[in-house]
């Protein structure tokens, strides 16, 4: 939503994006000012907003973190295990099928679904309309959409308060991550290994493709870095992912650097394990399909994601 953004790339993004005298981007501003400007409503989507530790500096942030990390810390065992039980059976599944395979929908979002259901608290439920949630992040979304969004949480928090939002902030935040990431990186195996079998591969341990491909930061000291070249308030896109980057680069800092690490690294890591551990069972040809990607800012949405899976 930043006109003027700098892209930086290799040790000087990681510098910056681990930096305390840079802070992240305020989203809630974002609504704030559209509000001013169309006297539109955003009350609950500015207080979600204001729950994400992904949007947030000192002392705000850490309570919202430790608050999102107290949940997952409390649901991640069961969240992994339904997780894996569930790969389990999709790969089952798997490997009785032949020709295109829709790892988008047959396999990334129902995952994720599992996935969120079991990292929301006992009482909330995931619904459909969460899935439109991220698109608040994005510069394009129609205000339609947005008024949505503020009506969908308004419904939300008549029903479960005000405290629901952090835990719902949670599963906002990994949604487009996980599910990007595992497709794409599920895909890449197959486009890495084309015509091989699916035990013949050699499986890395981290997502050979990215869930964010940079961090938004914003200069907030007179003469950060000690560079002449940064100013106070200068943006900054700071790519953790690049074609160019050795991989273990990519392995290490792919859920993020410093106090704003990804609070669901663990779980995103453990069901990639599973599924490639799962996957390695089987006997049967690898090779791409059908893929349609979409930037927006900060996602690179997978619209499309096939693999082709066969004999001989
Ligand atoms: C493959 C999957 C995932 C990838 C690649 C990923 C990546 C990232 C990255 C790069 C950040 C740092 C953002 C920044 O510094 O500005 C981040 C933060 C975060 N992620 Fe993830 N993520 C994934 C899955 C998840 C999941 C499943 C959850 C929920 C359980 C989650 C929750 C969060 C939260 C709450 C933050 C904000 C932490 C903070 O600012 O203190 N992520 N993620």
Not at 156 to 172: E, K, Q
């Amino acid at each position: 939503m930043q006109a003027n953004i700098k892209e930086v790339k290799g040790q000087k993004a990681f510098r910056i994006a681990r930096s305390k005298e840079f802070e992240c981007y305020s989203m809630s501003d974002v609504y704030r000012k559209i509000s001013a400007e169309t006297n539109i409503d955003f009350t609950t989507v500015i207080e979600f907003l204001d729950c994400m530790p992904t949007f947030l500096n000192g002392q705000a942030h850490k309570e919202r973190r430790a608050q999102q990390a107290r949940t997952y810390a409390d649901r991640r065992r069961t969240a992994t295990h339904r997780c894996k039980a569930h790969i389990s059976s999709v790969v089952g599944d798997l490997k009785s099928h032949w020709g295109g395979y829709d790892v988008l929908n047959q396999l990334a979002r129902p995952l994720w679904l599992v996935m969120a259901e079991e990292l929301l608290p006992i009482g909330i439920s995931y619904k459909p309309e969460m899935d439109i949630l991220p698109d608040l992040f994005l510069a394009h979304t129609p205000l339609t959409r947005r008024k949505k969004c503020e009506a969908f949480l308004k419904e939300l928090t008549a029903y479960h308060g005000y405290d629901s939002l952090t835990d719902i902030a949670l599963v906002t935040l990994g949604a487009r991550p996980f599910v990007n990431a595992l497709s794409t990186s599920v895909y890449v195996l197959a486009k890495r290994n084309h015509g091989k079998t699916f035990a013949e591969i050699e499986y890395p341990s981290y997502l050979p493709m990215p869930g964010l491909s940079y961090l938004h930061r914003v200069a907030a000291s007179e003469d950060p870095l000690v560079d002449p070249t940064i100013q106070k308030g200068m943006h900054f896109k700071c790519v953790i992912h690049d074609d160019t980057y050795p991989e273990e680069v990519i392995a290490k800092n792919q859920f993020g650097v410093g106090a704003h690490v990804c609070i669901g690294r663990q779980i995103a890591l453990a069901a990639w394990r599973s599924l490639c551990s799962e996957l390695s069972e089987i006997d049967k040809r690898i090779a791409p399909g059908e893929i349609e990607i979409v930037s927006a800012a900060p996602f690179e949405n997978v619209v499309t994601c096939c693999i082709e899976v066969g004999s001989d």
